[in-house]
């Protein structure tokens, strides 16, 4: 699916979407004891309402736990105490971004800063660089900035993420990491993992819901 505008985006969601319940039907011929979404646009969509019934959905078809890049970052981010104002790096066009930014204000979080990198397909978001990606939390980055969010499953940026976390002393979340962590720790498995941040090394298990 090539993407060269906010039409073309909008197509790709479309087709995501169709998709989606075939591969949870494909994926539970193996017999999982859970389900982890590996694809984060479209746990976003819609903003915070909208991902809750996402979830909710795709529980009832699998009868599995749930892992999702929205449900993880936000439960990341809450693992680091009064994060109230955050920069995000997306790989997206605008209207992915919007729905990006409308998920984490309806979620309590105020986006300072948004940088989408405007991938022209979903297989070449996996080409952005280390350097784009560095560029852009710079971007984001800022004193009135409390943490960094990362979205988009294909962006390759889990070992950045720790590294920049360290420089810029503050939690920098890549969604990778976020699912990962958060399926593991839903399952009562607290390993700790070095070199891709706080969030898998210093966080042996979730935190109580928001409102709790």
């Known amino acids: ?10 197509k790709l969601m479309e087709n995501i979407r169709a998709g989606i319940n075939d591969a949870v039907d494909r994926v539970m011929t193996c017999a999982p004891d859970y389900l982890v979404v590996g694809m984060s646009s479209e746990t976003f969509w819609g903003g915070l309402q909208t991902s809750i019934e996402l979830r909710e959905r795709l529980e009832q078809r699998s009868g599995l ?18 994060i109230k104002r955050i920069g995000v790096v997306t790989p997206y066009w605008p209207a992915g971004d919007a729905m990006v930014r409308k998920y984490f204000e309806e979620s309590g979080l105020e986006v300072v800063h948004l940088t989408g990198l405007r991938a022209k397909s979903p297989m070449l978001i996996s080409h952005i660089t280390e350097g784009e990606l560095r560029d852009a939390l710079a971007e984001v980055d800022g004193p009135d900035v409390d943490a960094i ?41 607290d390993d700790v993992v070095e070199g891709f941040g706080s969030l898998l090394a210093d966080f042996r298990e979730l935190p109580a819901p928001a409102g709790a």
Not at 1 to 10: G, H, K, T, W
Not at 65 to 82: F, H, K
Not at 161 to 189: C, D, F, H, Q
Request: proline residues 3%; charged residues 20%; glycine residues 8%.
């Open 65 to 82: 736990g749930i892992a999702m890049g929205s449900d993880a970052v936000e439960a990341a981010l809450r693992c680091y105490g009064a």
């Open 1 to 10: 699916d090539p993407v060269e505008s906010d039409a073309d985006f909008l």
């Open 149 to 189: 969010v990362q979205a988009g499953t294909n962006v390759s940026m889990a070992r950045l993420a720790g590294e920049a976390e360290r420089s810029m002393r503050k939690p920098v979340i890549a969604i990778n990491t976020a699912i990962y962590w958060y399926a593991l720790r839903a399952n009562g498995i």
